[in-house]
């Protein structure tokens, strides 16, 4: 798990370059219909003469458009997987007591609201996944440029992380750190 939102940077180059080709594609079709581009004549027929083409021409076109399908169909399954699935946790050691349920999002958002006061780092996110007895904690950290990530790092694992799994009664919890960095700059002391 490299990343919550990993389509994000192929979302933006795909739909800039399917945005430009069809302005593109657009523009040239009101240039023609309008005259102001002497390529082709207005009037002329879009394609010549009135036979079909060879039969191969239908078959690399019908498994173009099968290929162009299945990409279509991975992008938009991308878009789903945004970020890891997560659990409501049962608490109960003794079942006519009763039980306490415990949403992941809902245990791990006092340790985000505690990353997000660590110096240099701007926003946080947590993302709990996994049964209570086989716990993953993906967290992914956007900092300031000059912020010492090896400090946020040890402060995430000497500090938040003790507690954390303290508070959930863990005795183990595997980790993954994403750090980024952010386009704008830290507040400078001069």
Avoid: C
């Avoid at 009135?50 to 458009?65: D, N, S």
């Avoid at 947590?126 to 209570?132: E, K």
């Amino acid at each position: 798990m490299t990343s919550l939102n990993r389509p994000a940077r192929l979302n933006r180059v795909l739909l800039a370059l399917t945005g430009v080709l069809l302005l593109a594609a657009g523009g040239f079709g009101l240039g023609i219909h309008f005259g102001l581009l002497g390529l082709l004549d207005p009037a002329s027929p879009l394609v010549p003469g009135t036979a079909e083409p060879p039969a191969w021409v239908f078959y690399v076109v019908a498994a173009g458009a099968v290929v162009l399908g299945l990409l279509t169909l991975r992008w938009l399954l991308a878009q789903l997987a945004r970020r890891p699935r997560t659990q409501t946790w049962n608490f109960e050691s003794s079942p006519a007591r009763g039980r306490t349920e415990l949403h992941a999002d809902t245990a791990v958002a006092p340790f985000t609201e505690e990353l997000r006061t660590y110096s240099g780092v701007l926003q946080a996110k947590s993302t709990l996944t996994g049964s209570r007895q086989q716990p993953v904690l993906a967290l992914v950290i956007t900092s300031e440029q000059e912020a010492d990530l090896g400090e946020i790092r040890e402060r995430i694992t000497s500090d938040g992380l003790p507690r954390l799994r303290q508070a959930l009664d863990l005795a183990d919890l595997p980790v993954t750190i994403e750090f980024r960095f952010s386009a704008r700059t830290g507040s400078r002391v001069s």
